[in-house]
């Protein structure tokens, strides 16, 4: 769990991210779940989207992305959300205690 500096702390870091999956009308799937969870693994920090066809809002699919990758939600503003999660092997974010 991350606290409110940490959250800050990613919050600046991901400011200059572009958003690397898009969340459409098909919704959220298992691929989608796969593809997020290896890019966190590689990268720790990914900006997502959801479209405006989306069934679901970008809250609710922030929430559920991190909840099936185990993955903590950094922010969500509008369409985009920010996701973090600690990698084993490609650990690059140092967070502040």
Do not use: W
């Amino acid at each position: 769990m991350l606290n409110s500096r940490q959250r800050a702390q990613l919050r600046g870091l991901a400011n200059s991210l572009d958003a690397i999956f898009q969340v459409g009308k098909g919704g959220l799937n298992e691929q989608l779940y796969k593809q997020v969870s290896e890019a966190l693994e590689a990268r720790e920090l990914i900006k997502l989207r959801v479209l405006e066809t989306s069934p679901v809002t970008s809250r609710e699919a922030a929430d559920a992305i991190a909840k099936e990758t185990g993955a903590d939600v950094v922010q969500v503003i509008g369409y985009r959300f920010v996701l973090y999660k600690e990698s084993k092997e490609h650990k690059s974010i140092v967070l502040v205690k």
